[in-house]
């Protein structure tokens, strides 16, 4: 069991290090509900909170406190007001979410202090900062209802966020805004965190939420809309997705180091709901044969993939894939048959270098192996001779040259001296 654990431990550092790598100097805008704050695995998340800011990626935390006023108002005999699903603020629960706030704050500075300074953390320069970061204004009246303290972000002051994230420090916003002329506002958290990722440009917001999710690894800002599963932020995060907000990542705050698996591995724990396709993997046609040869050109040069003429391309194009971001071709891979029912050869995956990282050599294999196995393949054949470690790693077993169909066989290059690989489909 231990020695599985290492194993465990030694295969998760692989995968994470090339995103720790991606990650460093971007910024991360989490939130999470007061709910997650009072929940026992909260110290955890602070703990992985800490961790991620120091491997560098720059953070923004953002909290809620809706349990919290819930329960200063119950214990003061005070009603709860919500219209709508939003808090009537008056100037009694203005004072318990002032309260709540001050509290949490406290909380969560505390929590993140202690976590940046343990031994194996500790680094000079990396503090915990709140502040009035937040310009609101009144939401006013609405079917009849005076809505009192609660408030809508105005502005964020994004240059003084800046400020703090260029001097490694955490930014830590409560849902507290404030007008020109002194009044507080009580805001909804979740409006807080999508105005401050629009305000900073932030590279992902990714809201910890206290409910299952249910919903599935990745959707459409469409497929979103269509959903009848029940959470409460699905409305909150279709609303941001309309505006300027590219991504959102949803994770459930009870899986413990989501966080973590979400940021530093290939596939992640959560829901990513994405404005719009900004990728596609599908089948090239003829019309992508420019792209492709861009792409592979390269690592033709390389001897890394064998040469194509574009006149051969156009012959095979019907086993092609590729991967498209905004009409570029990014990634590609080919299927053939061989003289072997059984087996499948899988040839010419190529990313661009701008884009690893993102898992689509990985996306690619695992696409061309289930079109293997509708076609009632048992095994994926590769030649290789610079990325025998990459395929290896995704489950492929050493073979000899006597192993390959015959046509493959006897087209092998000696010369080239390829690695022969397969890997199992069933």
């Given at each position: ?19 720790i ?7 991360f ?6 709910e997650?704050?009072?929940?026992p695995?909260?110290?955890q ?29 119950t214990?003061?005999?005070l009603?709860?007001?919500?219209h ?16 709540a706030?001050?509290?949490l704050?406290?909380r ?7 976590a ?25 009246i ?12 105005r502005?964020i002051?994004h240059s ?7 001097s ?5 916003l ?29 590279d ?5 939420s ?40 949803l ?10 698996l ?17 990728e ?5 046609t ?8 861009d792409?592979?050109?390269p690592?033709?040069?390389a ?17 092609f894939h ?20 059984q087996i ?14 993102g ?7 695992k ?21 025998t ?13 006597e192993d ?13 001296n ?8 069933v």
């Open positions: 069991m231990a020695q599985e654990k290492d194993c465990n431990s030694v295969s998760f550092f692989r995968e994470a290090a090339p995103y790598h991606s990650h460093r100097g971007k910024t805008v989490v939130a999470f509900a007061g997650v704050i009072a929940a695995q909260f110290r998340i602070v703990q992985d909170l800490a961790i991620i800011s120091t491997l560098g990626a720059r953070l923004i935390l953002v909290h809620g406190t809706r349990p919290q006023i819930d329960e200063r108002l214990q003061n005999k009603p709860i007001r919500l709508k699903g939003i808090r009537v603020t008056d100037s009694a629960t203005l004072l318990a979410a002032q309260e706030i001050g509290f704050r406290i969560i500075e505390n929590l993140l202090t202690h940046l300074n343990q031994p194996s953390l500790s680094s000079n320069g990396f503090g915990v900062v709140s502040g009035n970061f937040i310009t609101a204004r009144p939401l006013g609405h079917d009849g209802v005076d809505y009192g303290y609660t408030g809508l972000v502005k002051h003084l966020l800046k400020q703090q994230l260029d490694n420090n955490i930014v830590l409560s849902p507290m805004g404030y007008s020109p002329t002194g009044e507080a506002y009580n805001l909804r958290y979740e409006q807080v965190a999508v105005a401050a990722a629009k305000a900073i440009k932030a992902k917001l990714i809201f910890l206290h409910q299952p999710l249910n919903l599935p690894h990745e959707q459409t800002l469409e497929e979103a809309r269509t959903r009848t599963i029940h959470n409460e932020l699905l409305p909150v995060v279709i609303e941001a997705l309309e505006t300027d907000v590219e991504r959102i990542h994770l459930d705050a009870e899986t413990d180091g989501a966080l973590l979400e940021l530093y591995t290939r596939d992640g724990v959560g829901s990513m709901i994405a404005s719009e396709q900004f596609r993997l599908r089948a090239a003829v019309e992508d044969i420019s792209g492709i040869l792409l592979i050109r690592l033709e040069s001897g890394t993939l064998i040469k194509r003429s574009r006149e051969q391309l156009e012959l095979e194009i019907s086993n590729i991967i498209t971001r905004d009409n570029e071709v990014i990634a590609c891979v080919a299927l053939y048959e061989t003289d072997n029912p499948a050869e899988l040839a010419c995956l190529a990313v661009n270098p701008h884009y690893r990282g898992n689509r050599g990985d996306k690619l294999l696409h061309v192996a289930q079109l293997a196995q509708a076609q009632d393949k048992q095994k994926l054949l590769v030649l290789t001779t610079q990325t470690d990459w395929f290896r790693e995704r489950g492929f077993k050493k073979g000899t040259v390959l169909p015959d046509n493959k066989k006897s087209l092998y290059n000696y010369q080239r390829s690695q022969v690989l397969f890997r199992n489909l």
